[in-house]
């Protein structure tokens, strides 16, 4: 140690403690986008919407709504709601989260055609539907012609995007038509999954949509009854909302770091949704 005066060291000190000696480099943008990876709700964001399951490859789950002021806590509301997701579950998919499993997480990673739900954050997207029009409905709403397919094959330069066969020519061997012969696109909503930087066969094609029943699971989308729809998508507002679906056990690993509520187990209400009514089923 070299022979300095006392005074010099105690000046050394207080210079350290006071931050002078901190060496640590600024932060890098790496480092930035990191930090804003582990909160991916936006503050202005004054709607969630959570679907837990309780294991990933369950597709019976749990829907709920929260509303918050900016800056301050989610509140429930209204109760719980059945849903229904892909038949094999959940796995990561790409939204506001990033692309698959947050550094650290573990669980299967969404491809095409693998029967599960994407899990993550996620934007909320249009709304489509049979009828002309929804005056109850804020979302920007298109009535399903004939002629939209949302195309779900990798190989096409328009995959997961729906298109128009009237202006667009089809370079796809699959696609999924918007007016089903069946109900189950009466109303849908789009879920943003895949849709910034799109990935081919990362899977394609997500929405909210009606269900087919309590024990029939889907092929990758949300589905629930029609009234518990209704009632979801006249609810929702443009740009104010956002989906966190997970099984609970990465709802529970995120949930601090990424600013969420506390969800109750299964069959449990939030204290504020008690006077709201009664899950809402089939």
């Known amino acids: 140690m070299l022979d300095l005066p006392r005074s010099w060291w105690l000046c050394l000190a207080l210079t350290c403690a006071w931050g002078a000696c901190d060496k640590s480099p600024p932060p890098t943008i790496a480092s930035k986008r990191a930090a804003a990876a582990s909160a991916p709700i936006g503050a202005g964001k004054t709607q969630l919407v959570t679907v837990l399951s309780e294991q990933w490859n369950q597709f019976r789950a749990e829907l709920r709504r929260y509303e918050r002021v900016p800056g301050e806590r989610w509140k429930p509301v209204g109760p719980p709601i059945d ?35 994407p899990a993550g954050v996620f934007d909320v997207g249009p709304a489509y ?18 002629s939209l397919r949302c195309v779900d094959d990798p190989r096409s330069k328009h995959y997961n995007q729906i298109v128009s066969t009237e202006d667009t020519a089809p370079d796809w061997r699959s696609a999924e038509r918007m007016l089903r012969d069946d109900a189950l696109y009466v109303l849908a909503v789009v879920v943003e999954h895949n849709t910034e930087a799109t990935k081919g066969g990362a899977g394609s094609c997500i929405f909210i949509h009606l269900w087919e029943g309590p024990n029939q699971g889907m092929s990758g989308c949300t589905a629930m009854s029609m009234s518990a729809l209704e009632e979801l998508v006249s609810w929702l507002r443009p740009g104010a909302s956002t989906l966190v679906a997970l099984p609970r056990s990465e709802y529970e690993a995120l949930r601090r770091p990424w600013g969420l509520p506390v969800v109750p187990l299964p069959g449990q209400y939030d204290r504020a949704s008690t006077e709201s009514g009664t899950r809402r089923g089939d």
């Not at 573990?106 to 029967?115: A, F, L, S």
């Not at 539907?129 to 804020?138: D, L, N, R, V």
Request: no cysteine; hydrophobic share 25%; net charge positive.
């Open 83 to 117: 849903v229904v997701l892909g038949r094999e579950g959940y796995a990561w998919g790409r939204g506001l989260h990033g692309s698959g499993a947050p550094q650290g997480r573990p669980g299967p990673i969404k491809r095409e055609g693998d029967g599960r739900s």
């Open 129 to 146: 539907g049979y009828a002309p029009k929804h005056e109850e409905i804020s979302l920007p709403y298109f009535q399903a012609a004939p």
